[in-house]
Nanobody, 115 residues
Framework: VQLVESGGGLVQPGGSLRLSCAAS????????MSWYRQAPGKGRELVAG????????NYADSVKGRFTISRDNAKNTVYLQMNSLKPDDTAVYFC?????????WGQGTQVTVSS
C-alpha cells in the first residue's frame, strides 16, 4: 500500500489549494478514504472523509463549506479542494486508507497559510 500526497505549499489567507493523494497497492475503488491534518504541537485530526464510490462525504465542523473532498477511482486519486484558507488551517495534511483493518498513511504534505 502506498499513498503519496502532493499539492501543499504556502498560500495567503483567503487563498485556495488542491491536495492530491495518489494511491496504489490495494483496491482503491473499494476503499473509503480520508484526509487528516496535524498542526504543530497538536494531535492529528480528521478533516474529511469519502466513501468508496464517492456518494457520501463528511467534514470537520471547522472546514465545512470551505473544503471539498472528492475522488477519481479511474485515477486512484483522492483530492481535497481547500478554499477560503485561514492561518488555523496551517498543518501537515495526510491521506489515510484502511485496508484489511489496518490504517495506512501517506507521508504528508505541508500547507502553510500566512501573509
Amino acid at each position: 500500500v502506498q499513498l503519496v500526497e502532493s499539492g501543499g505549499g504556502l498560500v495567503q489567507p483567503g487563498g485556495s489549494l488542491r491536495l492530491s493523494c495518489a494511491a496504489s497497492g490495494f483496491s482503491f475503488s473499494g476503499s473509503a478514504m480520508s484526509w487528516y491534518r496535524q498542526a504543530p504541537g497538536k494531535g492529528r485530526e480528521l478533516v474529511a472523509g469519502i466513501t468508496s464510490a464517492g456518494g457520501r462525504t463528511n467534514y470537520a465542523d471547522s472546514v465545512k463549506g470551505r473544503f471539498t473532498i472528492s475522488r477519481d477511482n479511474a485515477k486512484n486519486t483522492v483530492y481535497l479542494q481547500m478554499n477560503s484558507l485561514k492561518p488555523d488551517d496551517t498543518a501537515v495534511y495526510f491521506c489515510r486508507s484502511i485496508v484489511t483493518g489496518y490504517a495506512y498513511w501517506g507521508q504528508g504534505t505541508q500547507v502553510t497559510v500566512s501573509s
